[in-house]
């Protein structure tokens, strides 16, 4: 009974409601500088889709680093229930999502995002994500970006004081009446069509500290250690 009541749309709604009700109030109580914002804005502006890229540990604020007044965007969340969540969190906030379930096939979807971007859609991706290990990056933006040939940005935020949840990534969300900063710095790598395991992998640790380095930074801003 308890998994069906978890998986029920209603319970979704009710859950998913109550996050971005807790996002909007702390976004608007608090004070927030926007940082590094103009590359991408200008490219979403101009009808070219972006990458963009967060750690899974600061994914919650997403909707406030991208300006879906902009451009579309599109998050890509597992078929899991805590993926679902998220999707339909986004949604709240005018995104579009792709459920990459497991049993559908993989190269279908993939088409799907695909198209998406080549319509000017950006996506948005947990780097570490659904189920890390935390702040290792996987190989999913890279792909991505080799596929869209897409501009990489690394994005972050940060405050004063968060709300820390007991998750693997240790998730955060703002306290209401914080001091906050939100950044993004592009990621400069290029992935070649034809890249080896240790081109690949080296590209990988690359954009693995690009970015830790602004989320670092972004941590700095706010007088806080991460």
Request: aromatic fraction near 10%; include cysteine; hydrophobic fraction near 40%.
């Amino acid at each position: 009974m308890r998994r069906k009541i978890a998986d029920s749309r209603g319970f979704a709604r009710v859950v998913t409601g109550l996050f971005a009700a807790y996002i909007r109030f702390a976004h608007c109580t608090s004070r927030w500088q926007r940082r590094g914002f103009e590359a991408m804005d200008d490219a979403v502006r101009a009808g070219e889709p972006v990458i963009f890229v967060v750690w899974h540990q600061r994914l919650m604020m997403a909707p406030c680093m991208f300006d879906v007044t902009l451009g579309p965007i599109c998050s890509l969340t597992s078929g899991g229930r805590p993926g679902r969540m998220v999707g339909a969190l986004l949604e709240r906030f005018g995104w579009q999502n792709v459920s990459m379930e497991s049993r559908k096939r993989h190269v279908k979807l993939s088409r799907l995002v695909l198209q998406k971007m080549r319509d000017g859609v950006s996506v948005g991706i947990a780097a570490d994500g659904p189920r890390g290990p935390a702040r290792v990056s996987s190989t999913v933006p890279l792909t991505w970006a080799r596929s869209a040939g897409c501009r990489v940005f690394t994005v972050s935020f940060s405050a004063n004081r968060v709300v820390e949840f007991p998750t693997w990534d240790r998730m955060w969300l703002p306290s209401p009446f914080s001091r906050g900063v939100f950044l993004c710095r592009e990621w400069e790598g290029t992935v070649p069509r034809k890249a080896s395991e240790a081109e690949i992998e080296a590209l990988r640790q690359d954009f693995e500290t690009a970015l830790e380095a602004v989320t670092a930074e972004s941590d700095q801003m706010t007088g806080r250690r991460g």
